[in-house]
């Protein structure tokens, strides 16, 4: 599976964004996604995650929505009301559903895309 970010962008507080990552390869539909940001001189951190349900990191609770379109073979990221703080560099990374693994570890994923950067000016 290849994963390709896209969709970040330089916006204000309170604006909104939808990053998407466009996966070619195999059957999408089959693997988990999830979306992870790493700000500068911060470790990576997972924000969300989708299969057959989502989960999110408490931080984005309320304001992030992820998506996806299998017959498209994306997944997408819908950020609302953006902080300062949602400043990151965010990847998209994928793994098959045989797998029983964490949804917020790093090293529970197979393959990873490039990154996006989303930037949030106060």
């Known amino acids: 599976v290849q994963l390709q970010a896209s969709g970040g962008g330089l916006v204000q507080a309170g604006d909104s964004l939808r990053p998407s990552c466009a996966a070619s390869?195999?059957?999408?539909?089959?693997?988990?996604v999830g979306w992870f940001r790493q700000a500068p001189g911060k470790g990576r951190e997972f924000v969300a995650g989708?299969?057959?349900?989502?989960r999110y990191a408490d931080f984005v609770k309320g304001r992030f929505t992820i998506s996806r379109d299998n017959a498209k073979n994306t997944v997408y990221l819908s950020m609302d009301s953006l902080k300062p703080e949602d400043t990151a560099v965010y990847y998209c990374?994928?793994?098959?559903?045989?797998?029983?693994?964490?949804?917020?570890?790093?090293?529970?994923?197979?393959?990873w895309g490039q990154g996006t950067q989303v930037t949030v000016s106060s």
């Open positions: 989708i299969s057959w349900s989502t």
């Open positions: 390869g195999r059957a999408f539909s089959n693997y988990v």
């Open positions: 990374a994928a793994r098959s559903m045989v797998y029983s693994r964490s949804w917020f570890l790093e090293g529970s994923y197979d393959y």
